[in-house]
């Protein structure tokens, strides 16, 4: 157990639809991390907050957001799904400095 | 663009013999390296790491090598055992950067009896 609480594990919707990850991180890390994992692209780094502010980007796409809340959790919201958004979402969390550690993952699957 | 390369997809190895995984990286600004295993169904979970200060990295049955020169890097596991099977992922960031990581493909693992 990683100690990064990811919910829900599962979640099936729509073309078109929004949803929302949610990710806990282990007690005292202050930097979250999303990671998008597909078939076809591997593990892909979207975006980090640290302590509420966001830090970094990578290739995450305009209609995914994400923030973090006071209490350290995070949510990465992602709108107007397509079929192509089908993929496992990761968060992970650190202190800030070295490794990061991964929660179980969020399977969404876009019908 | 694909900075870390994993260029073998599998592995099969018997029980009790080396594993040896290998990792290529293009950028040289990455000065920390990675190595996570994932089982199915499960996020990666973090095995060992390496700075670029250092070219070797032991914990256990694991050793991690760095060879700047050739943006390399390869992970040693000594003795193999069935529990070893899974997906290994070698990562890396630069310092500035913790956790934006970059990932390679993968490489299937399978340790047989």
């Known amino acids: 157990d990683s100690g990064v609480t990811q919910t829900p594990k599962h979640l099936i919707t729509a073309t078109g639809q929004r949803v929302t990850l949610r990710c806990s991180p282990r007690s005292g890390d202050l930097s979250v991390y999303w990671y998008q994992q597909s078939l076809d692209q591997g593990l892909q780094f979207l975006i980090q907050y640290y302590n509420g502010e966001e830090r970094a980007k990578g290739n995450i796409l305009e209609r995914f957001s994400a923030q973090q809340f006071p209490d350290l959790h995070s949510e990465l919201n992602l709108s107007s799904l397509e079929l192509g958004d089908s993929a496992l979402y990761f968060c992970?969390?650190?202190?800030?400095?070295?490794?990061?550690?991964f929660g179980q993952g969020t399977r969404l699957t876009v019908v | 663009d694909q900075q870390v390369k994993q260029n073998s997809p599998s592995l099969s190895v018997q029980e009790g013999r080396i594993s040896i995984l290998n990792c290529d990286y293009t950028?040289?600004?990455?000065?920390?390296f990675l190595w996570y295993k994932k089982y199915p169904a499960e996020g990666p979970t973090f095995l060992i790491s390496i700075s670029s200060i250092k070219d070797k990295n032991e914990d256990g049955r694991f050793t991690v090598f760095l060879n700047k020169s050739a943006k390399h890097l390869s992970l040693h596991i000594v003795p193999s055992q069935p529990g070893d099977s899974a997906v290994y992922f070698c990562a890396a960031s630069v310092t500035d950067s913790w956790g934006k990581l970059q990932f390679g493909a993968g490489t299937q693992v399978v340790v047989t009896p």
């Open positions: 992970a969390s650190s202190p800030g400095y070295g490794e990061a550690f």
């Open positions: 950028n040289s600004m990455f000065d920390y």
